[in-house]
């Protein structure tokens, strides 16, 4: 593909072949405190199409916490506020596809939940079928269990359909030593190992998802999705963000 500037041209080659995008729930609500700002959606959905447009094989997980967020929900009980998150799961998953389709893409939600009058059920060899035809695949619901993140539901997925890579896009650009909201001294990784990841307990994503990547060989790139176009940048490997790595 190639993008004009001026008289330059820039040639795009993505570097992966078929990846795993995670994205915030919070990432959809723009400058909202809640809820989903569809400009933003949009905007997210645009440069998804353009890796589409590159030949990549994309699965979508995405948050819910824009809704709520089960684990910090302490009046409900852990396991019904986990059965609302995959609901808001659900919510963002068909927002998201509903601004895919608008752009022309052709895109699947699957739950692991079934919600047949909604969207298809979570089937692996179904959702390989419609990668490998050019099809965004939406993975809604989590892992359909309670007391496992979309981060966990991200790296399961990825694990599932060989993805090449885990894009963890959120609202922070990378992984820090510690967290940067509220450490302005905080020091950025470029590159980290899963083990410090663990050790260190960087939380830039649960201990069970990181562990998932790390046994099955996934690496992660963690970058911020208030640019979205880094999403592009991303699947061309430019360098952004921070590269999660055995």
């Given at each position: 593909?190639?993008?004009?500037?001026?008289?330059?041209?820039?040639?795009?080659?993505?570097?992966?072949?078929?990846?795993?995008?995670?994205?915030?729930?919070?990432?959809?609500?723009?400058?909202?405190?809640?809820?989903?700002?569809?400009?933003?959606?949009?905007?997210?959905?645009?440069?998804?199409?353009?890796?589409?447009?590159?030949?990549?094989?994309?699965?979508?997980?995405?948050?819910?916490?824009?809704?709520?967020?089960?684990?910090?929900?302490?009046?409900?009980?852990?396991?019904?506020?986990?059965?609302?998150?995959?609901?808001?799961?659900?919510?963002?998953?068909?927002?998201?596809?509903?601004?895919?389709?608008?752009?022309?893409?052709?895109?699947?939600?699957?739950?692991?939940?079934?919600?047949?009058?909604?969207?298809?059920?979570?089937?692996?060899?179904?959702?390989?079928?419609?990668?490998?035809?050019?099809?965004?695949?939406?993975?809604?619901?989590?892992?359909?269990?309670?007391?496992?993140?979309?981060?966990?539901?991200?790296?399961?997925?990825?694990?599932?359909?060989?993805?090449?890579?885990?894009?963890?896009?959120?609202?922070?650009?990378?992984?820090?030593?510690?967290?940067?909201?509220?450490?302005?001294?905080?020091?950025?990784?470029?590159?980290?190992?899963?083990?410090?990841?663990?050790?260190?307990?960087?939380?830039?994503?649960?201990?069970?998802?990181?562990?998932?990547?790390?046994?099955?060989?996934?690496?992660?790139?963690?970058?911020?999705?208030?640019?979205?176009?880094?999403i592009v940048r991303a699947v061309c490997e430019e360098?952004?963000?921070?590269?999660?790595?055995?």
């Amino acid at each position: 593909m190639h993008k004009y500037f001026g008289l330059v041209v820039v040639i795009l080659k993505p570097r992966y072949r078929r990846i795993l995008l995670k994205l915030s729930g919070e990432a959809l609500s723009g400058e909202k405190d809640h809820g989903i700002d569809f400009p933003t959606v949009l905007n997210i959905c645009k440069a998804i199409n353009e890796c589409c447009k590159l030949g990549v094989q994309i699965g979508i997980v995405v948050g819910g916490g824009n809704f709520l967020r089960g684990h910090t929900s302490s009046e409900l009980d852990r396991t019904r506020a986990d059965h609302m998150g995959m609901l808001a799961t659900t919510i963002n998953s068909l927002g998201i596809a509903s601004m895919l389709e608008k752009l022309g893409v052709i895109v699947r939600v699957q739950t692991a939940v079934s919600m047949r009058q909604f969207a298809e059920p979570y089937i692996r060899n179904k959702a390989l079928s419609h990668m490998t035809k050019g099809r965004v695949v939406v993975f809604a619901c989590g892992t359909g269990n309670p007391f496992f993140s979309t981060d966990t539901a991200a790296s399961l997925r990825a694990a599932e359909v060989d993805a090449n890579i885990v894009l963890k896009a959120t609202t922070v650009d990378g992984v820090y030593d510690s967290d940067p909201k509220l450490n302005k001294n905080a020091v950025k990784y470029q590159a980290v190992s899963f083990q410090d990841v663990l050790s260190k307990n960087l939380g830039f994503m649960d201990s069970t998802a990181a562990s998932l990547c790390r046994d099955n060989k996934i690496p992660v790139l963690v970058f911020s999705i208030k640019e979205p176009n880094n999403i592009v940048r991303a699947v061309c490997e430019e360098n952004i963000g921070t590269l999660v790595k055995n």
